[in-house]
C-alpha cells in the first residue's frame, strides 16, 4: 500500500523528469508544498508593479506634455500627436514579446525580467528629459521594445503555484496593475510640472524647473532600481478628459485626471481581493467575461454624455464610471489569461503568453495613434447634426467591444479540453 506521505511527482518513476530542469524541479516543489507561496506572489506583484508605472503616469501629464514640445501648432492638434508618443511604447512591446518569450523559455525568466527593469530605469527616466517630440516617441519606443515583463512574469505566475492557485496567481499580475493605475496617475498627475505646482519647494531654474516631467519619471525609475536589486535575489481616457468643454471633453487638469484614474485603481484593487475570486468561481472565466463586455458596451457609450454634467455631479459620475471600465477590462484580461496559460503545457507558456502580449501590444499601438487622430478629428466636427465628433470616438470604442464579445461564443474561441478550471479564494 502507497504511503499517502509519499510526494505525487517522484522521478524515479516519471519519464518527463529532468534533475538538472529548473521547470521540472518547480513541479515537484508545487506537488511538496501544498500552501500559497506567498514569497514568489509578492516577487510577481512588485515586478508587475515595475511594468505597469511607466504606462499608467504617462496619460496625466501627457497632453500638457506635448503642448510644451510646442509640436502642435493648435490645441485641437495636440491629441493627434500625444496619440503617437502613447503608443510608441506599445508598438515596441509588440515587435519584441515574442522575443522575449522565447529567451524567457530557453534562458529562464530571471535574465529578461532584469534586462526589462534596467531598460525602464535608462529610457524611462530619459523620456523625462525629453526637449524634444521626437526624444520622447524614441524613448518610448526604445522602452517598449525592451519591455519582456509581461509575457514571462503571467507564465511565471503559472508555474510557481499548484493548478488550484493559478487564477489568484494571474489575478496579482493584474491586482499589480490595479496598483499601478492607482500610484502611476498620482505620480504623474501629482508630481509633473513641479516648480508651476509647488514653487515654494522647487524653482523655475532648478532641474525640475527645467525639466517639468522629469520627476513623476524618475521616482518610478528608482522604484525599479529597488526591483531590480531585489531580483538578484529571486493599463485614451485622459485625452477627452483634459480637452476643453467646448470640444466635448470635461477641461479637467492634470491632477483631476490623476486622482480619477488612481480612484479607478483602489476600486480594482478591492474588486481582485474581494469580489472576483467568489463571482469567477461560481460564473467562470467565460461567462464572468461575456456577462461584463455585456455591460462594458452602455458603459463607454455613456461617456459623450458627462460632459453635460458639472461640479459634485461631473466628478462622483466619472469617478464610478472610470471605475467600472477598470473593473470590467480587468476582468476580460484575466479570464482569458487562465484560459491560455491552462492550454499549453509549461515550457511553451512564456512563448505563449509573449504571442498573447505581442497580439494586446500591436492593439495598444495602434489604439493610441488611431485614437489621437480620431480625437483630433473629432474635436474638429462638434457642430454636426447626427454623431457629432466625440460621439463618434466611444462609438468606435463599443463596435470593438462588441466584436470582443462576438469572438468568446463558439466557433472563435474553443475552451481547452474538458477540465474544469477551478477559481480558488
Not at 515586478?47 to 503616469?57: D, F, N
Not at 515583463?149 to 503571467?154: E, N, V
Not at 466628478?315 to 479570464?335: D, E, H, P, Q, Y
Amino acid at each position: 500500500m502507497a504511503d499517502p506521505t509519499t510526494p505525487l511527482l517522484e522521478p524515479s518513476k516519471n519519464a518527463f523528469f529532468h534533475e538538472n530542469c529548473p521547470g521540472c524541479k518547480q513541479d515537484r516543489r508545487n506537488q511538496l508544498h501544498l500552501g500559497i507561496p506567498f514569497r514568489e506572489f509578492f516577487f510577481i506583484w512588485i515586478v508587475a508593479l515595475c511594468s505597469a508605472l511607466p504606462i499608467s503616469s504617462l496619460y496625466p501629464f501627457l497632453y500638457f506634455m506635448i503642448h510644451d514640445l510646442n509640436i502642435a501648432k493648435r490645441s485641437q492638434d495636440i491629441g493627434f500627436f500625444a496619440g503617437f508618443v502613447g503608443s510608441a511604447f506599445m508598438l515596441g512591446r509588440s515587435l519584441t514579446s515574442i522575443f522575449w518569450g522565447m529567451v524567457a523559455d530557453r534562458y529562464g525568466r530571471k535574465p529578461v525580467v532584469m534586462i526589462s527593469l534596467f531598460a525602464i530605469i535608462v529610457f524611462n527616466t530619459l523620456f523625462g528629459l525629453s526637449k524634444s517630440y521626437w526624444m520622447a516617441i524614441t524613448t518610448r519606443l526604445l522602452l517598449g521594445l525592451l519591455s519582456g515583463l509581461l509575457g514571462p512574469i503571467q507564465a511565471y505566475a503559472s508555474e510557481v503555484c499548484r493548478k488550484e492557485y493559478q487564477a489568484l496567481g494571474l489575478s496579482i499580475v493584474d491586482t499589480s496593475w490595479a496598483m499601478g493605475l492607482i500610484f502611476g496617475p498620482a505620480i504623474g498627475g501629482f508630481l509633473a510640472q513641479p516648480a508651476e505646482k509647488y514653487p515654494n519647494i522647487f524653482a523655475m531654474e532648478c532641474l525640475f524647473g527645467r525639466f517639468p516631467y522629469f520627476l513623476p519619471c524618475l521616482c518610478i525609475s528608482l522604484f525599479s532600481v529597488a526591483a531590480f536589486i531585489a531580483c538578484l535575489w529571486l493599463p485614451i481616457f485622459s485625452l477627452w478628459a483634459v480637452s476643453n468643454k467646448s470640444y466635448g471633453g470635461l477641461s479637467f487638469s492634470s491632477q483631476e485626471v490623476g486622482l480619477v484614474l488612481a480612484m479607478s485603481g483602489i476600486s480594482l484593487l478591492v474588486y481582485q481581493l474581494v469580489f472576483f475570486p467568489c463571482i469567477a468561481k461560481h460564473l467562470g472565466p467565460i461567462n464572468f467575461t461575456r456577462v461584463v463586455a455585456v455591460l462594458l458596451i452602455p458603459l463607454l457609450a455613456s461617456y459623450p454624455f458627462m460632459a453635460k454634467l458639472s461640479g459634485l455631479d461631473l466628478k462622483l459620475t466619472v469617478n464610478c464610471a472610470s471605475s467600472l471600465r477598470s473593473i470590467f477590462s480587468s476582468t476580460i484580461t484575466i479570464g482569458l489569461n487562465i484560459l491560455m496559460n491552462n492550454a499549453v503545457s509549461q515550457h511553451k507558456r512564456g512563448a505563449a503568453n509573449g504571442m498573447a502580449v505581442t497580439a494586446l501590444s500591436l492593439f495598444k499601438a495602434v489604439a493610441p495613434a488611431g485614437a489621437g487622430i480620431l480625437f483630433s478629428w473629432a474635436q474638429n466636427h462638434q457642430g454636426a447634426s447626427i454623431l457629432s465628433g466625440d460621439y463618434i470616438v466611444f462609438l468606435v470604442l463599443d463596435i470593438f467591444g462588441l466584436v470582443g464579445l462576438i469572438l468568446t461564443f463558439k466557433p472563435f474561441l474553443t475552451q481547452p479540453g474538458t477540465e474544469e478550471i477551478t477559481v480558488t479564494t
